[in-house]
């Protein structure tokens, strides 16, 4: 029996590798971005390689009734939130506006769209939630903290939501890219051996899905890197520039 696998912030990289393996595996697709149309061309392309169906749907989390979207329509058997923005520490540290737009996009707006999936799989007693996070959430660094702050506080909720959830048949997974070659990142100078390309985290989140994972690193070798930064004492940290 097909997967109905909803992805909200469809427009990203990640999130059209992520669909592009849950299409090839045989699953129909619910793809929900701002400006929706514009994906017609990407549905089209998915529903002839892979044989599913593509529905699309606009989104707009900063200005959406989380509970009204999520009760509009088929409830997805697995939802995927790609949404985020990775916005500029230089310009937004000092700028209340950009900081609130940065947690709103990263975790606030996110965040209240997934409790309104996981109260309707609830009700159901069963689903699969997916949030794509940061290894910039594993410890604040002067690079990213804006960024870095608002995937904390995700990572922390998806993590709370997976322990309430637990017992309900509802199963709650945490991705965590480290860099990751994306438009999103085009303008970075990246270390390749760290750097994933958007197919390795489709195939890691569908694995994921698959084999009921609680959170994965992407690549793996991030969780060592960050691990070991966890561990840094903070009179030592503090004098790094990382």
């Known amino acids: ?81 790609a949404v985020g923005v990775l916005g500029d520490q230089l310009l937004d540290q000092d700028n209340a ?10 975790f606030e707006a996110p965040a209240a769209l997934l409790s309104a999936y996981a109260t309707a799989m609830e009700d159901r007693g069963s689903g699969v939630i997916v949030g794509i996070s940061s290894v910039a959430g594993d410890r604040g660094r002067a690079t990213n903290y804006v960024y870095g702050s608002a995937k904390a506080g995700f990572t922390a909720f998806l993590s709370g939501m997976r ?26 100078d990246l270390p390749g051996a760290l750097t994933a390309q958007p197919a390795e985290v489709g195939a890691a989140v569908l694995k994921a899905v698959e084999r009921r994972q609680d959170v994965i690193y992407v690549r793996g070798v991030w969780r060592l890197i960050m691990g070991l930064i966890r561990l840094i004492p903070e009179r030592i940290f503090k004098k790094l520039s990382l």
């Open 1 to 81: 029996m097909n997967r109905r696998v909803t992805i909200l912030g469809a427009r990203s990289d990640i999130a059209m590798a992520c669909a592009h393996a849950f299409a090839a595996a045989g699953d129909d697709l619910t793809l929900c971005a701002r400006q929706s149309e514009t994906l017609a061309e990407a549905a089209q392309d998915l529903e002839l390689r892979h044989g599913g169906s593509v529905t699309l749907r606009e989104l707009d989390v900063l200005d959406v009734d989380p509970q009204a979207f999520a009760d509009d329509g088929d409830l997805p058997d697995v939802v995927i939130c």
């Open 97 to 106: 506006a950009a900081i609130r737009s940065v947690l709103r996009a990263n």
């Open 163 to 188: 322990n309430r959830l637990a017992k309900t048949g509802v199963h709650v997974i945490t991705v965590k890219p480290g860099f990751v070659d994306t438009r999103m990142t085009e303008d970075m």
